[in-house]
């Protein structure tokens, strides 16, 4: 049967109009627009069969997503090949990880100690190699469509569950990494907070629009709040407009945020002591994942942290020797953290990246865009651990077993917290869209 997607673009305009839906599926007004009774009952199924499903208690309950932006290496952070030829393996080497028989690339000590707290996927696999398209599928679970802009994982858990503890349900540090970051076809008012500066920055990291504007006192500040609701509501009451209430939804978080204190104070690292911004490290990676941690701790549902650029066209080495050790130690830090707090097993973290790298080193010292296998690191949340799934070839050029695309990568995450990965979201046109669209979820790599 014809998916409802198909059906609802074959319909006049007038029948994708959800005010006209109920009339349109009335046997009096087949005449006028020249449809048959068997035309009647397909269409009365499609409609019948649209899914809303309710939302469940998953294990975990909230996502701090670290995106290594440009594709970071497999061979050289989670899938050595110690056995292949130089020109494969490449010039580092490998060490023991805390997973008995699993080596992790030597520039990763750290990480390699809290190996039994991880799962790592090192199958992972889709067909985009173009830096924008393989970004869209680790962001959003889909392929890109050039007729749909799709919501990003962020937005959805945004729209599924709102915001908590009067903080943003979604946030990007520092900043949102891409188009494919946002809300897609879903409503502005589920786009990511972003903070607009960078937690590096030590005194001068000041988050934008935390803070009321100079001159302002709380009174002065309701006056204009209350003006606002008025003029809002005065439009409302004469223009049904989608982009109104979204603002106003943008208004009333703000509102929150800043009348808030214990919001506010989610976002201040001078609430952390020396002692634990060490063992993050004072750098870019440990300040960022030490701010994620805040975040989720105080009620943030999924934190987007992107950091480094590893589309290490030449000379890989010197890129990882420059930029892996903040992030072993950061990465290492913050998963350690949180199983110490107890927030790990309720807090799903994913380390991803839009695609992998090459099996062969190339004439530049580095390795070129590679999508057909590469490797995400999991932990929490409901996910094993000290678990390897799937595996790469002799020379991590192909899925040698159980690959794993981003759609069930995504259904599985969802799974964990709840959320159903096949519902339907309505976007424009009427036009009901899975979440994901054929993920299966992988309980293999799930406690």
């Known amino acids: 049967m014809p998916t409802m997607s198909t059906l609802l673009g074959q319909l006049p305009v007038f029948a ?16 006028g627009a020249g449809l048959g009774l068997a ?31 440009g594709g970071i290496a497999q061979q050289e952070s989670f899938d050595p090949k110690p056995y292949a030829p130089v020109e494969y393996r490449g010039d580092f080497g490998s060490i023991d990880t805390a997973i008995n028989g699993v080596r992790f690339g030597e520039t ?46 962020g937005s959805v858990i945004s729209h599924e569950y709102g915001p908590r503890e009067n903080l943003p349900p979604y946030v990007c540090i520092p900043n949102v990494p891409n188009e494919y970051a946002g809300s897609g076809y879903l409503s502005s008012s589920y786009s990511p907070f972003s903070l607009g500066s960078d937690p590096a920055a030590g005194k ?15 009174e002065r500040f309701a006056r204009r709040q209350h003006a606002l609701e008025m003029v809002n509501k005065k439009f409302t009451q004469q223009q049904k407009d989608d982009s109104i209430a979204a603002m106003d ?13 214990k919001a506010r104070d989610a976002f201040d690292l001078g609430k952390e002591s020396d002692e634990m911004k060490n063992r993050y490290g004072v750098n870019t990676a440990g300040s960022r994942l ?54 790990l097993k309720e807090t799903v973290v994913m380390v991803s990246s839009e695609f992998g790298r090459t099996p062969k080193i190339n004439n530049t010292s580095g390795r070129d865009h590679w999508p057909k296998v ?24 192909f899925p040698d077993l159980d690959p794993v695309s981003p759609e069930d990568l995504f259904a599985t995450v969802y799974h964990c917290l709840g959320i159903v990965a096949d519902k339907e979201l309505m ?14 979820v992988l309980t293999e790599i799930l406690a």
């Open 108 to 153: 990763l000590p750290q990480t390699a100690k809290i190996a039994d707290k991880l799962t790592i996927i090192r199958s992972m696999t889709h067909g985009e190699a173009a830096h924008e398209r393989g970004t869209h599928n680790m962001f959003t679970g889909y392929r890109p469509s050039p007729a749909l802009s799709y919501p990003s994982i």
């Open 204 to 218: 001068g990291f000041k988050v934008r629009d935390l803070d009321m504007p100079q001159g302002m006192d709380h």
């Open 427 to 440: 976007a424009p046109g009427a036009r009901p869209i899975e979440i994901i669209d054929g993920g299966k």
């Open 374 to 397: 590469f490797s995400v690191a999991m932990a929490g949340g409901g996910f094993k651990r000290g678990y390897v799934h799937g595996a790469s070839d002799s020379t991590s050029a």
């Open 16 to 31: 994708q109009n959800p005010i006209h839906r109920r009339t349109f599926l009335s046997t009096g007004f087949l005449a």
């Open 290 to 343: 030490l701010m994620a941690r805040r975040l989720v701790e105080a009620g943030v549902r999924l934190v987007n942290v992107t950091y480094g650029g590893w589309d290490m066209h030449d000379n890989i080495v010197n890129g990882f020797r420059n930029q892996m050790p903040s992030f072993d130690q950061a990465f290492a830090a913050l998963v350690s953290d949180l199983d110490e707090r107890g927030l």
């Open 39 to 69: 035309d009647l009952f397909r269409y009365q199924t499609a409609f019948a069969e649209q899914k809303s499903y309710q939302s469940f208690e998953g294990t975990a309950k909230s996502v701090i997503h670290i995106f290594l932006p």
């Open 249 to 261: 939804s943008f208004y009333q978080r703000a509102y929150s945020l800043i009348n808030s204190e």
